[in-house]
């Protein structure tokens, strides 16, 4: 796994540490229901997916779908195998969904395991969709908000082994060439794990374009041109393409790594073997309160005047012939005129150095110089066994009562624990697939992901302290690539409140942030605004200029939630027969 080299820098400037809280607001959310003609295409977890990774990854896959170039435009997938929109222009005149495209063959008659179908709209005018059991669909929609009656027209459509859904898709030209790169989400058997889930993840990044084809033709058919395969294990929280598809960022609790290559494993050098000097040192050296005494080997027939020896108050030179055996400053200042050295046997020279303050213990003779090895008497070893001895104590608490109690590890809990793979988030290079820039996200809580802005990738919102903050990728700036651009003020602590909360998201333009229970139940957090009538704090005894409300909907219906999502003006709502549309904002 990749050190992390870098971290995520906050914008104290959009911190507010005098927020105090939300305030309820009891004004009534517009509510309008659309009943749809048939079920949305739920597939619910088998026997055979029962793990942790399982349920992220499928089932509480988000079924509907933001258009990001068309405002208050979404789509979801029904079960008669269509691709249905609605885009709202007047919420007291909603339409009938629409279909834009209808799967050739019914997903429910598939045999073997089935997963939802997905769908990414790659750009303003593609979309890319696959029906869950293992099929690509790439489509051409036109531009959406001008030509929304037009049927969707499939340009690729490729089998690609076992079932997936798309995570996220875009598109870009080069040199005429129009590319479209895909990243695709799979939850596969791993039988060499027996000793875990039994499961691994793997993300395959897909490129499509249509650089081969006839040049008579007006058209160049699309293919397939590179397949890269990352594995992990865990379901990441975030995974997205870089524009121009020079990278891929992934957030996870465990890290990911890429595997394979067009079908063939990539083949990682051999580490380099760390040089680590084993050389037995050329001297040994001990230490009271008051001198220093180093014992040198000295080379066979040595004589006193081959040693050539000088001190000072914080310099040592010790040379036999030509050949330096100490030379550099020492730790601390001594005493030159009470220093002393003597050969003895003819084999090693004795140094004793008077310390000229008492007390300080050196950590070294001669500074940067490693080639010694310090001996510590019984004495001294005493005494530092009696200063840890509070780290190594048989009781888990000895002494509870003290002012300062060990900790015990019977009262920490399973939130207290520091995981054995910490989350990360890292970003891949396109070209060597190898990792630039990973972050080390501790403790900070990933909350969800949305699309603020077309061009670039999504952003992501991370719990920080009590704080929800919202974080946008930008790949031209090569040292701080994750720039905070909005706070959600206690949103982190509030979201912790919701037990049943299944969904969370923002408005592109952060006037507000909601989160959505399993059933009925929708909660609107506002950004602080300013208020028309005066209004003091009595414990502090100062005006309030501003309030965020707090804001709670209760859908008339006992389906579960399948899909969430919000524009600047409304909030779209699905469960399994009913879209639902709240005016947030006029």
């Known amino acids: 796994m990749a050190s ?20 309820l607001s009891l004004d009534s959310i517009p509510t309008y229901n659309v009943e749809l003609d048939a079920a ?6 088998k026997d055979s997916q029962y793990t942790l990774d399982h349920v992220r990854a499928f089932g509480m896959y988000n079924y509907l779908h933001i258009d990001p170039w068309y405002e208050d435009s979404v789509y979801f997938v029904d079960n008669k195998g269509r691709v249905l929109n609605l885009t709202v222009t007047l919420d007291t005149a909603l339409g009938k969904p629409r279909e834009m495209f209808l799967f050739d063959s019914d997903p429910s008659l598939c045999e073997g395991e089935q997963l939802c179908a997905s769908l990414s709209l790659t750009s303003a005018t593609w979309a890319a969709l696959s029906d869950g059991t293992g099929k690509l669909i790439l489509l051409r929609t036109s531009k959406r908000g001008e030509s929304s009656h037009l049927k969707w027209e499939p340009m690729f459509s490729e089998r690609l082994g076992e079932p997936f859904i798309i995570v996220h898709s875009l598109a870009h030209v080069r040199s005429h060439v129009h590319t ?15 000793k875990g889930s039994g499961f691994s993840i793997s993300l395959e990044w897909i490129t499509v374009d249509n650089s081969v084809g006839e040049e008579e033709s007006e058209e160049r058919k699309y293919g397939m041109r590179k397949r890269r395969m990352m594995k992990g294990k865990s379901v990441p929280n975030f995974a997205a393409l870089e524009p121009q598809g020079k990278g891929v960022v992934v957030a996870s609790e465990k890290p990911f790594t890429f595997t394979e290559v067009d079908g063939l494993p990539i083949e990682e050098p051999p580490a380099d073997k760390m040089e680590v000097e084993t050389s037995d040192p050329i001297y040994f050296w001990q230490q009271t309160e008051e001198d220093v005494t180093v014992c040198l080997r000295l080379p066979e027939g040595t004589t006193k005047d081959d040693i050539h020896f000088k001190l000072t108050v914080d310099f040592l030179r010790v040379k036999v012939g030509d050949a330096p055996l100490l030379d550099g400053q020492l730790f601390a200042p001594v005493d030159p005129e009470a220093s002393t050295w003597t050969i003895q046997d003819d084999k090693s020279l004795e140094v004793s150095l008077q310390k000229r303050s008492e007390g300080p213990l050196w950590s070294e003779v001669v500074l940067g110089n490693r080639r010694g090895e310090y001996l ?10 009696q200063k840890l001895s509070y780290l190594t104590a048989e009781d888990l608490n000895p002494n509870p009562e003290k002012d300062k109690p060990p900790c015990n590890a019977q009262d920490l809990e399973d939130c207290d624990m520091f995981p054995e793979d910490s989350s990360t988030l890292m970003r891949f290079d396109g070209a060597t697939l190898k990792p630039t820039h990973v972050v080390s996200l501790g403790s900070h809580q990933f909350l969800f992901s949305v699309h603020i802005d077309p061009s670039e990738m999504p952003a992501f919102c991370l719990r920080h302290d009590v704080d929800a903050l919202l974080w946008q990728t930008r790949t031209n700036q090569d040292n701080n690539i994750w720039e905070h651009i909005s706070t959600f003020n206690a949103l982190g602590y509030v979201q912790a409140s919701k037990r049943d909360k299944k969904f969370a998201t923002c408005a592109p333009n952060f006037s507000y942030a909601a989160l959505c229970e399993c059933l009925r139940r929708v909660f609107i957090y506002r950004q602080p605004l300013p208020v028309d009538t005066v209004l003091f704090n009595r414990k502090q005894g100062r005006q309030v200029g501003q309030v965020a409300k707090q804001q709670v909907a209760n859908l008339d219906t006992n389906d579960p939630v399948l899909g969430f999502r919000a524009t600047n003006e409304r909030l779209f709502v699905l469960t399994a027969n009913n879209l639902f549309v709240l005016k947030v904002n006029n």
Do not use: G, T, W
């Open 4 to 23: 992390p080299n870098c971290s995520l820098k906050v914008n104290r400037e959009l911190l507010d540490p005098s927020f105090e809280s939300y305030r």
């Open 40 to 45: 949305v295409a739920e597939v619910k977890l």
């Open 180 to 194: 479209i790169e895909v990243l695709l989400l799979r939850v596969q058997k791993d039988p060499s794990d027996p």
């Open 376 to 385: 510590m008497n019984d004495e001294q070893k005493s005494q530092l066994q």
